[in-house]
């Protein structure tokens, strides 16, 4: 199957280890076999699970790329918008990037998904089976059987109660009461999920900005109208169908949320003592925390910053949070990542880790001259035509305007001190 | 007068503020005139109010002398103890310091005192009365009226309720009920606080140790027995006085007595939410902290942790500092401070504050080789015979067991990476 992951999102909400640049799909807190991954790793392992020849395209913004090669590898297919349009020149354009990128055949279905769901494999197997049923004109949906009566979602209305249905009709965001008498009816939530065979989408592309190509679409992107799928397609459309999912389904964007799929209360250095009830310490730093007498709390800490919230009002941090103007402290590059220890007037310090075999190229500082020291791991840099083998203790310059690039053998770390000129 | 300021205690309770060599007298909290200032400083500050030309010496250890310096100048006099053996030598060493250091008469006063009271100025307006009142037999004890019945204190009985009484009895830490009883009877919290004429201790010293200078008594100094002042002293004195202090007294010693003596719910950069009630954030951190829904609860971040914990239970933190190993990441240095950014296996890298007209002098790197990077300011560097002017930007080297000094012409601010051998 052809999967399009939708990844946006601001992130505030899963401050302090989202920012600006890492949104809470990329917040690597889910355990797998005793590892942590985010939910775009967990995602993506899940569709190969299920499908291990599935093609998935990312569709993002440039500011994710970085991240997203640093968590899925350098390989993954990435559609980057230019700008942001809403839904459906997104989805375009990855259709697009689809058939002329990956030449897919316009026979084949595409399955547009949210890059969030936090669901079982079932999930994926349902989208499996959806890729398998669509026909030229059909439009599918996943609707999730609801656990309670949310405000926060859509409501899709299946005219049966089968598998898959025909959609009778669609319920924006209710109150609670409306919530209740929907689920009564038989309602499912709307995951936000699309499927369709690709010459459904091409065709809908032409009607709309006439017969174009990816680079076409692309060069003109920032001119589109912003419109929704939904709002450009779906409603205009007679016969949609609904697959019903009733599994496990969360929507991991707070802190709430995420506390009650982490495996453990405290991750990182942290004790939270005898006393403390119902709370969590989640810790990115090298220092410890210490709860005491903790109840209901969620505290969260990294180099971004530190967060002390009861978890019920956890959804209200994003206001606080809007109101701290810091750029990001830690970033993910697409070979390692780059944290920043001290900021000064004119000098900036980062501890920076380069994965084994990852290439650091084209680095150029356009602004300061850096000197970088190796702490530990080795590898080879070019600069200036020539080549030479670094190691640990080994302490180079970098000047203003000079193109380098370093390649490392081992998992590298240095520190970089930048001078302002 | 001529005080001794008992400066010890580990700096659990206060933690992260305090560690194992910034004790809780030396956390800097409390306002004085908009600017934060320590125990230590503001005890100082108000002995030197009601007597400018006081004789102040501060009684501690090796590991306080450069934090002491840092916060009380260069020029403080301090009694170093070589090693710990409670409070009878510890007075002994620092009245024959007075004598033979300081040339103080045997026939003046010398006020003890320990060096964390929270307390009025009128506190040490009573000492200086007191001083003015000792004659060659007495001695003088400081009570505190009690505002609760506490058992965390030993109190006195006076014969009577007159600002100054001879001493009936005293009392060990009570319980609860008993404390109530005492106080009926008009007793008063023992304050620590010993006064006495110099040839009344030196009386003492002879009795127990021989006639004995100072410098025999500091080189003989590990081999003494520990023992207390009271139970050296008090136990075999007939006669002894007692004044009352009826002002404000706070023993600092817990997050839950510190948030009672702060200027503000935050310091530092933070964000309290309108939900939160009754709590603080502390901060020392150069990221926000913020606290969302937060009752009763006092959040502190420094470079060696963060703590959350209930106000009333911050008492036990104690017992969670003391398992977690790690040695201090920031350190109060005569000249200025320490902070470590990063430390890794073979390497560490620091940010080093060099206050205005200090000098870092006989720095020798023994066990590594340290590259500095000014980031801010300007001095001049004293290595291998030669000086040298440097500033923003400026990098050098320093070899294993290389003798250097640095004086700072303005606050200069260095990164400095140590690479081990």
Redesign the interface.
Known sequence: MNIILLSGGSGKRL??LSNSIRSKQFVRLLNHNGKYESMLQRVYRQILKIDPSANVVVATGQSQVNIIRNQLGKDIPICIEPSRRDTFPAIALASLYLRDKLNINETETVIVCPVDPYVDDSYFEGLYEISKIVNNNSLYLMGIEPSYPSEKFGYIIPATDEKVSEVLTFKEKPTKEKAKEYIKEGALWNSGVFAFKLNYIINRINRKYGYIQYSELLSGYDGLEKISFDYAVVEYEQRIKVMRYCGFWQDIGTWDSMTKVIPTNTIGSA?L?E?STNSYII?N???????????D?V?V?S????????I???E??KQ??E??E?SP?IIEMEWGTQII???????Q?K?ITINSDKCVSDYITDYY?E?W?V??GAGEIQMNNTSKKIG??D?FKISKETKFSLFAQSVM?V?S?G?WC
Do not use: F, H, R
């Open positions: 401050w302090p004790i003592d006393s810790n730093l090298n220092v410890p925390v210490i709860g005491v007498g903790c109840e709390t505290i800490a180099q971004d910053g530190i967060l002390v919230s009861n019920e009002s956890s209200t941090i606080y949070v109101n701290v810091i402290m220890l001290d900021n000064s007037k004119k000098c310090t501890k001259e000197s020291t702490l530990e640990q203790g302490v770390t520190i001190i001078v």
